[in-house]
Nanobody, 119 residues
Framework: QVQLVESGGGLVQPGGSLRLSCAAS????????MGWYRQAPGKEREVVAY???????NYADSVKGRFTISRDSAKNTVYLQMNSLKPEDTSVYYC?????????????WGQGTQVTVSS
């Protein structure tokens, strides 16, 4: 069994910052890539950023230059530093990992954390 514990969401004013964390534990041999997705009401879930096991990163165009994804492989934790937040960043943010266990790669999602950007 795998657990993903997300934290760091909340209410912030436009232009503010938040840092999301997602810690993985459980039946994991190794983690391949880790990422953050978001889903606003009435919209489809979209990728925000992901980071590979080698440290390569990829960002949605809408967050480039404002968000930074990083990982601490020793802690099986991924972070999302969000700066210059805009009201359109308001969403539920989900962590997702692709991990190896018993010879198979699998995906696992976190429960989501709400980020609200509003004055």
């Amino acid at each position: 069994q795998v657990q993903l514990v997300e934290s760091g969401g909340g209410l912030v004013q436009p232009g503010g910052s938040l840092r999301l964390s997602c810690a993985a534990s459980g039946s994991i041999d190794s983690i391949n890539h880790m990422g953050w997705y978001r889903q606003a009401p009435g919209k489809e879930r979209e990728v925000v950023a992901y980071i590979t096991i080698g440290g390569n990163t990829n960002y949605a165009d809408s967050v480039k230059g404002r968000f930074t994804i990083s990982r601490d492989s020793a802690k099986n934790t991924v972070y999302l530093q969000m700066n210059s937040l805009k009201p359109e960043d308001t969403s539920v943010y989900y962590c997702k990992i692709n991990y190896l266990y018993s010879g198979y790669f699998r995906d696992y999602w976190g429960q989501g954390t709400q980020v609200t950007v509003s004055s």
